[in-house]
C-alpha cells in the first residue's frame, strides 16, 4: 500500500512528492499550498524556502520538533491572473494539545511558477 500523503489528496508519490522532488511544479496557488502543507508536516525546509518568495521568506525555516501536523482541510481557493488565494485549516498536536490554524494565504506567479507570498492568521 503506498504511503498517504499528508495533504490528504492521494498517495505521497503521486501528489505532493514529486513537487518536493523538484520533478514538477505546482499548477495552482492550492496544489501549492498542499505541497507547503505536506513540507511542514515532513519537515521539508528546502522545500518550503524554494517555494516561498524571496522578499517575505523568513531567515529561520526550522521546524518546530514539538509540533505534528495532523490534517488539512481546504476552504477554497482562487486564481486572477498572476495572483491567487487559498482559505484553509491546518491541524496539530504539540504540547499543549490539538489546535489549528486558520490562513488566507496569498500565491504569486513568479518566473512563471507559484510561490508563497504571505498569509492572514485567524
Do not use: I
Request: hydrophobic content about 35%.
Amino acid at each position: 500500500m503506498a504511503d498517504p500523503c499528508p495533504c490528504g489528496s492521494a498517495s505521497y508519490a503521486a501528489c505532493c512528492g514529486p513537487l518536493h522532488a523538484g520533478k514538477r511544479q505546482a499548477e495552482t496557488p492550492e496544489e501549492l499550498m498542499r505541497a507547503r502543507y505536506s513540507a511542514f508536516a515532513t519537515g521539508d525546509v528546502f522545500f518550503l524556502a524554494r517555494s516561498w518568495h524571496p522578499r517575505t521568506r523568513p531567515a529561520d525555516l526550522s521546524a518546530d520538533p514539538g509540533l505534528s501536523w495532523t490534517g488539512l482541510t481546504v476552504h477554497g481557493s482562487a486564481v486572477d491572473g498572476e495572483a491567487g488565494t487559498v482559505d484553509f485549516t491546518a491541524r496539530y498536536v504539540d504540547a499543549g494539545g490539538p489546535g489549528e490554524l486558520r490562513e488566507h494565504s496569498r500565491f504569486a506567479r513568479r518566473g512563471g511558477r507559484w510561490v508563497y507570498v504571505d498569509g492572514d492568521v485567524g
